[in-house]
């Protein structure tokens, strides 16, 4: 800071700058693979594709990683979904864009429908939170797709027991921000105020607000632009 009365003096260039010129990030998507969402995750993928050779283009491959963290249902209690949550792609071990886009290929949607509209997310979250070592990177993102509100904690079907708020906080402990984006398709439309409401509280970030993105009917050619525009704006 400069006081009001002080002369002006020219100011050194920072010995080396070395925390600028090796700060990396990692960004990582949570992804709804509920029986609806597999337009969504096809779409994420080619959008992905695109954004990940302008990274490299960019000659920024090393410095950005992605990864990819997708949801269902208890498989125990759902008979036909594969997992509740799974890590396809962590960013610490995806260090290339084709490693990254091999991972995403094995990620479908389940055939199968969930117990309830509101899906368990916040159990996708709490994993990527607990179990990808963000300590690793200085930009600390995770891009949360679903076109479902998720199941807070008082929930029957919360496995993880946690509410919004606790989830927020979950986050922020570990720097991580947490950008939303809310497909706001015809089917859920009973939904959507609680979603939203759920989604703005989650993905608030001090001095910023929200990081709320909704997808208006959601379009999928619409949501595939969006995507590309929010991983180009993060790299």
Known sequence: SVT?????APVAPASGDSGIENFNSAVVFVIDASSSMQPYIDRTRKAMEEV???AEAAKLGSRIRFGLVAFQDDPAKTRGVEYLSKIFADPNQTTTAAQFMAATQNLKAT????RAYAEDGYAALD???RKI???NFGGRYIVYISDASAREGNSPFASTRMGTAQMRTHARERGVAIY????KTAEGKND???AEAQFKSLSSWPGKGPLYFPVEAGDPARFEADVK???QALV
């Open 4 to 8: 009001r009365d002080a002369p002006a």
């Open 52 to 54: 990940l050779r302008q």
């Open 111 to 114: 055939q199968v429908s969930t």
């Open 127 to 129: 994993e990527a939170l």
């Open 133 to 135: 070592t963000w300590q």
């Open 180 to 183: 939303a984006m809310h497909l």
């Open 192 to 194: 959507h105020a609680t």
């Open 229 to 231: 525009r929010m991983a």
